[in-house]
């Protein structure tokens, strides 16, 4: 046990580095224009005002202080943007100052030193794995080329949904719809489903949810730098590690089956086909004449990042969609109806159906805009800059506020109401068709510019697709309460919903012989 001398010790050192830090915060802020933000405590920074939702915190302060605030988590400064036009100022105007992310040592661990896609520093390796995303791995080619497993899982979900709905028992919606989001990325990735019941499928699905957990996991020693060499959380290192392991004996597994099978391919006259994106990967890093060589780590932690990225978001956007068309049943019949109209009552709705469905696709938009799956948009300057009439410094932590931006009052009316027919209204007022992909800094779900999200399309479709064929195959109905769902949201770095959503799928009774009939073929 530590002695007395030992904590006293310990004390002092905190309280002369918080005097010196705050000293030379004040000569600096003397000389600099910093943005406006409330008093500070000594080491913890702006902590203690976060809990329990960042999200909505930030938007309070921001209501106080303006578009654009200063805190500081930890030893950490942070800027954050909460309007569109703060978003656009750092995330357009002043793009090559914010084009990198900022990384936890839990983060920079399962992703073997920054090695893939998602948190790499921006430089020519990011640029050239962002190319294959776009052209090769997310491209449309491979997505075509991939629709049948898509397919495939959605089908395996509404055959779970009906064998629940036949017997009148309720269903987690969200556990569900995260198990449909990880069978079609671990399908597209390496071939293997993970949403059986076998052992393999099992194993997958919990290293992705506890992959997702550790890397969203506070850590004190990444935001005080007093702490930064001190091991206060032994127990999170313990279990990074267990995970990583996990899943780099998984990888290894899969890696070694790809390259039999793809020896095996080559010798029956049948190499270039593409079974999955691993293949595409693998491609690349045999390829002698690529522009830029990959290694096994790379590949390891670029798959983690397609895993992390293609999960929990889809589902979420999913299970907060169906939960607004519960809660406003005259939006669920209105998008009933357009499907009804477009696709008939003789087969499900297919991906190809979804550009006939504007008021799903605004369905979708306007879930986006309410619930963000990840409501805080983060990136890290590389050098200082003057970002609408204030100094930012370098290593500056910027997070815009997404969830503040889809309830700005200057731009959309009635923020806190759920009503779709805005994007329809809006195209027809010749305001234009409000993207989801970056340009319109009013709704950036999925980023903007460089560091948006390659995987945008692929997430459309999964989104769309799977709410479409819910909303046309089944009636939903809240078990256990009256009707309605709450709308209450969970501390995270996505945004989960605080209580399970829990419904009875109940087929609707003119489609049921054929529901069984597609699904039994599938």
Known sequence: MASFPFYAQLFLIWVVSAILVRALLTRYQSKARLPPGPPSLPLIGHFHLLPPLPHRALHNLSARYGPIIQLFLGSVPCVVASTPETAREFL?????????????????????GLKGFMFAAYGPYWKFMKKICMSQL??????????????????????VLLRKG????????????MTLANGIISRMIMSRSSSGNDDEAKEIRKLVTDTAELA???????????????????????????????FDALMEEVIKEHEDERRKRIELGEGGQIRDLLDILLDIHEDEASEMKISMENIKAFVLDLFMAGTDTSALTTEWALAELINHPHVMEKARQEIDSVVGTSRIVEESDIVKLPYLQAIVKETLRIHPPAPLLGRLSSESCNVGGYDI????FLMVNLWSIGRDPKFWEDPLGFRPERFMNMEASGRGNLDVRGQNFELIPFGSGRRSCPGVSLAQLVVKTNLAAMIQCFEWTVN?????????????????????LMCVPLPRPHLLPFIMHVIEQA
Do not use: C
């Not at 990198?100 to 073997?112: D, E, F, K, M, P």
């Open 92 to 112: 357009k105007t002043h793009e090559s100052y914010f084009s990198n992310r900022l990384a936890t040592g839990a983060v920079r661990y399962l992703s073997y």
């Open 138 to 159: 997310l491209g449309a080619r491979t997505l075509d080329i991939l629709h049948p497993v898509r397919r495939d899982e959605t089908m395996k979900f509404l055959g």
């Open 166 to 177: 036949l017997a009148a028992e309720a269903i987690d919606v969200g556990h569900e719809l």
């Open 216 to 246: 969203g996991k506070f850590n004190l020693s990444d935001f005080i730098w007093l702490l930064k060499n001190i091991n206060l959380q032994g127990r999170l290192n313990k279990r990074l590690k267990e995970i990583r392991d996990r």
């Open 393 to 396: 410094p370098a290593k500056t």
């Open 480 to 500: 256990g309460g009256n009707g309605t769902v709450d709308m209450e949201e969970k501390p995270s770095m996505t945004l989960p919903r605080a209580h399970p």
